[in-house]
């Protein structure tokens, strides 16, 4: 399974569709035609030879096209009714005739058929290419100035189907260009990785080649976090994702349990997920300090063996934070120990106790600026002690204490970490806007539609 799937809508292909064909539309105005020339016998009269040259291309309109989500193969993108205006100079030699002018070309009815083929390289980047292209042309009339209008009636019929050819071979040179040199190279920009901080990145490569379905195309991705420091396996397995059927928005991406899950993974393996407290920490307007004067008044016999020395307190995890997904958010229940140590003068730690504190912790995601960005609420805290160097006592008692060290430090910490979030997997000038967000079983549902912004 996926850890991580993105599903374009066809309202996302209808849009995309729209910026390539504009694209295509310009490729398409910028043809070069080859000059024509040619001889033919005509009856009583003799041979008679032509010429074409700087034929120009004035205009390649494409008004009406769709595109279609085709099953096993990719796209499809079907073209009808465009038309195409040109003009050049001609010239012409029938025994001791000789003429020269300029004509005009009106190319109507042109129907051009692409499929296109996506699939994923070893990279896990997306790949797409023209796996067929056909163009037919209904109508080619050639408008002609000059004065023997009798002799370019004999040679036009000939002319027109040359360059029904000509630009039947040449729309799809075209095409297969476009999409290899434009098409191609901006999937390419599509992140297989992407670094998040220091410690950690997120590897959003395909796992296989995009789904074409009939409502929608599927990009299934890796979709996993992971230690800069040392890659190591992932314990846990993506569970299956199923889609809602609803298609309101462009694109949608769905987060599963296990990418966010790989997140807590790999922040723990590279040793992200310990944190320290000291005095200085503490904000002004809490009414207490970080020392064994304090403590003394739950620890008496703390003051006759450490007096009136500074403390710290050092949070970590022994296993990762594994947080659940459910229609009703996301929430998670972090073990984490509290090591309180005395600082000595001589500034070794000396150390005191060990408190197990377990909470309950639920999340708010949103996306913004095309990230994942969230914010932690934490419940009551409940502790109790698992070893101490300075004999036992109620841990109740430092209950309302270590609220406040999570609230007032840690919170705010981890918050302004996630408040920068985590890219989104998104090809290069890529805006979202309209965003919802939504909980599943096992995933979390973003939604947006899409600006693409040109160069």
Known sequence: NPGFVVRITQAGLDYAHQQGIAILEKKLAQLTLPDISGDFRVLRVGKVHYELSRLRLRSFHLPYSRISPVSKVGLQVSISNAFAELDGNWRVKLLFIRDHGSFDLKVENIYIKISLRLGSDTTGKPTISTSDCSTHISEVRVLFSGKFAWL??????????????????????????????????????????????????????LVGPPTATAQSLDAYLKGEFYSLAHRSTVPFSPLPLSFPSDHDRMVYFGASSYFFNTAGFAYHTAGALVFEITDAMIPKDVDF??????????????????????????????????????????????????QA??????????????????????????????????????????????DSAVGTFPVRMLQSMMNIFASSILLPRLNARLDKGFPLPLPDRIQLSNTLVRFHQNFLLLGADVHFQPR
């Open 152 to 205: 370019y009636n004999l040679f036009h019929s000939a002319i027109e189907s040359k360059f029904r050819k000509i630009l039947e071979s040449k729309v799809c040179d075209t095409v297969d260009k476009s999409v290899n040199n434009e098409l191609y190279t901006y999937a390419r920009t599509l992140p297989v990785t992407a670094k998040i901080d220091a410690m950690a990145g997120v590897d959003y490569s």
């Open 289 to 338: 300090h970080l020392n064994t004067s304090v403590f003394s008044a739950f620890l008496p016999q703390l003051e006759q063996m450490y007096p009136n020395m500074p403390m710290k307190l050092r949070l970590f995890t022994l296993t990762a934070p594994f947080l659940n997904i459910g229609p009703e958010g996301i929430s998670l229940k972090p073990v984490v120990d509290v």
């Open 341 to 386: 140590y005395a600082i000595l003068p001589n500034s070794s730690l000396a150390p005191l106790f060990l408190l197990n504190l377990v909470r309950n912790v639920s999340a708010v995601i949103d996306v913004r600026s095309g990230h994942i960005v969230g914010r932690l609420d934490i419940g009551r805290i409940k502790l109790s002690l698992k």
